[in-house]
Nanobody, 113 residues
Framework: QVQLVESGGGLVQAGGSLRPSCVAS????????MGWFRQAPGKEREFVAS????????SYADSVNGRFTISRDDAKNTVYLQMNSLKPEDTAVYYC??????WGQGTLVTVSS
């Protein structure tokens, strides 16, 4: 089974950018649709973005569309989430997901106003 490790979260001011990444191991990376989800304090986990196995199709939550970009580098078994124009409401733990069933441990993103 694939294992996922996220990194690249942190503290940033509103309007800033971050690019969390997620490295996969233990299975063939290209078998998986990859995604990012997030969970803010006191809220349920929600979908953020996904990318197809080929990388040719992406999907975004309305709340991040136009500000976030998901990408994958199959040579590095890595998926990225470029986050621009960050808002305080983007503050959450961001989780990488493989095949909509395997989760990473999460990386915290805090956006200050």
């Amino acid at each position: 089974q694939v294992q996922l490790v996220e990194s690249g979260g942190g503290l940033v001011q509103a309007g800033g950018s971050l690019r969390p990444s997620c490295v996969a191991s233990g299975d063939t990376f290209t078998r998986y649709v990859m995604g990012w989800f997030r969970q803010a304090p006191g809220k349920e986990r929600e979908f953020v973005a996904s990318i197809s196995r080929s990388g040719g199709r992406t999907s975004y939550a309305d709340s991040v569309n136009g500000r976030f970009t998901i990408s994958r580098d199959d040579a590095k078994n890595t998926v990225y989430l470029q986050m621009n124009s960050l808002k305080p409401e983007d503050t959450a733990v961001y989780y990488c997901n493989a095949g909509f069933r395997v989760w990473g441990q999460g990386t915290l993103v805090t956006v200050s106003s």
